[in-house]
C-alpha cells in the first residue's frame, strides 16, 4: 500500500482526513500514484494536474523521504521507502504571498 499525504484543500475536497492508502498496480511512479488516486477519489480529477497536459498544477509540490521530487520526470520510480510503505508520498501546497 502507498501513503499519500495531501495538503488540506484536496483533504476536504474528497471529504477525507489524514493520509490515504492506495493499491498501486505494476510500477510505483508519481504518474502511478497519481492515477490511481484520481481514480479512487474522481473530485480530484484536474485539481493536482491537468487533464489534458498531465502536467502539475501551479503551487503544488510532490515529496518523498525528504526529497523534492516535483521536478523529475513522471514516470521515474518512487524511493523503495515509498514503495514498502514506510514513507510516505507527499502532495504539498506551496504557498506564495508578499
Not at 42 to 68: N, S, W, Y
Amino acid at each position: 500500500m502507498i501513503r499519500v499525504v495531501l495538503p488540506p484543500h484536496l483533504r476536504t475536497l474528497a471529504q477525507v482526513k489524514g493520509e490515504v492508502t492506495l493499491e498501486v498496480p505494476g510500477r510505483v511512479t508519481r504518474g502511478a500514484v497519481l492515477d490511481a488516486l484520481e481514480a479512487r477519489y474522481p473530485v480530484l480529477r484536474g485539481t493536482i494536474r491537468d487533464h489534458v497536459t498531465e502536467q502539475r498544477r501551479p503551487f503544488l509540490r510532490f515529496f518523498a523521504c525528504a526529497r523534492d521530487l516535483t521536478h523529475e520526470p513522471p514516470d521515474a520510480p518512487l524511493p523503495a521507502a515509498v514503495v514498502e510503505g514506510t514513507e510516505p508520498f507527499v502532495v504539498l501546497g506551496a504557498i506564495a504571498g508578499g
